[in-house]
């Protein structure tokens, strides 16, 4: 891949990183302050759903932060935008659309199929 592009996917990916890390830091923050003593229990209730919610998006959010950091590590290596499976390059047009692929599309179809299929049994 050329240098132009690898470094605007390496800005893309940057770009993400730091604000996924905001979003992170603005989370912890919110689950830590203290919380006025709510009137019943239905609005406890209500606090620790939303509560549960955010934590499993944060924990979402932190696998993808591990793949964008292990995309900037490929970048930096020379393997970024080369599918894991087949050696092919992932084309540009799926990377915009997923920077942290290390699929091509033929070799994710193939696992998504496989994968479909083992859980159908």
Known sequence: MEKVKLEFFRKLLADRLESLLAEAGATIGD????KE???DDLDLATM???RDFQLRIRDRERALI???RDAIRRIDEGDYGICMNCGAEISERRLIARPVATHCIDCKTEAEQLERRSRSF
Do not use: F, P, Q, Y
Request: charged content about 30%.
């Open 31 to 34: 689950l830590t302050d203290d």
């Open 37 to 39: 003593h709510l009137a």
């Open 48 to 50: 620790e759903s939303n």
């Open 66 to 68: 591990h793949k964008i």
